[in-house]
């Protein structure tokens, strides 16, 4: 159990447009989702979080206005990279958490988005 | 603050050696929770331990050894008998005690290591 998917696994878009990522928990309800961002041979930042219903909440430095993420429902939270720019190219992950899971996330596959 | 500290950066090893990935953390929080992942060249990571502040038994599985230390804030990862399959960037990673009803905290990442085990 507890299977996160990502889709779609890798996007090229052009400079300008929107990009959405989707985040979904196949097998439980995800009261908390994350997302986090890598960037080639780097770790994984932590660009938000987001409990199922309220507002996420970004991390010093992420523009929220540029990286809007829903979690609209248990199992869904969506990663949406608006007027994105060829510096916004990186994997992004998607994690997610259940009430009385015992602190464990679960790791989606993975987006690369590049921006050409 | 949270930190993790990999100060490996790359490591490389000839097939069969023993290896061992250093991890050192930072925290104010009595109550925290250590993870191991392992990233291969697909990118989706690999959870391969949780271990929580608690309990500082070493644990062993197969190949793959701990050694907690609360002493010197460290979680070492060693690997016995490496294979080629056991290339890849390995994330040591720390959680403070969850919220929401046992649900996670955000998880603050180490830089990685790079492990190449050559044949």
């Known amino acids: 159990g507890a299977v996160v998917s990502q889709h779609p696994s890798r996007v090229i878009c052009k400079s300008g447009t929107s990009v959405k990522i989707e985040c979904r928990s196949l097998?439980?309800?995800?009261?908390?989702m994350f997302w986090y961002r890598q960037f080639p041979k780097k770790s994984l930042m932590l660009m938000a979080t987001s409990n199922e219903g309220s507002k996420a909440t970004y991390e010093q430095g992420v523009e929220k206005d540029k990286f809007l993420i829903n979690h609209a429902s248990l199992t869904l939270s969506t990663l949406t990279v608006t007027s994105a720019h060829p510096e916004d190219s990186s994997f992004y992950i998607c994690?997610?958490?259940?009430?009385?899971?015992?602190?464990?996330?679960?790791f989606g596959p993975g987006t690369r988005l590049t921006v050409t | 603050a949270q930190k993790v500290t990999q100060a490996q950066t790359e490591i490389s090893v000839v097939e069969k050696e023993d290896v061992t990935l250093d991890c050192v953390y930072e925290t104010r929080d009595t109550t925290y929770y250590l993870f191991w992942y392992k990233q291969p060249p697909s990118g989706e990571l690999v959870f391969l331990i949780r271990r929580n502040s608690f309990d500082e038994q070493n644990e062993i599985s197969g190949r793959y050894s701990w050694n907690f230390q609360k002493s010197t804030s460290s979680f070492n990862f060693t690997i016995t008998a490496s294979q080629v399959v056991d290339s890849a960037v390995y994330f040591c990673a720390l959680s403070e005690k969850g919220g929401l009803s046992g649900s996670a905290r955000q998880l603050t990442f180490g830089s990685g290591t790079q492990l190449t085990v050559l044949p």
């Open positions: 097998d439980f309800q995800a009261t908390t």
């Open positions: 994690s997610a958490s259940r009430a009385g899971g015992r602190y464990e996330q679960y």
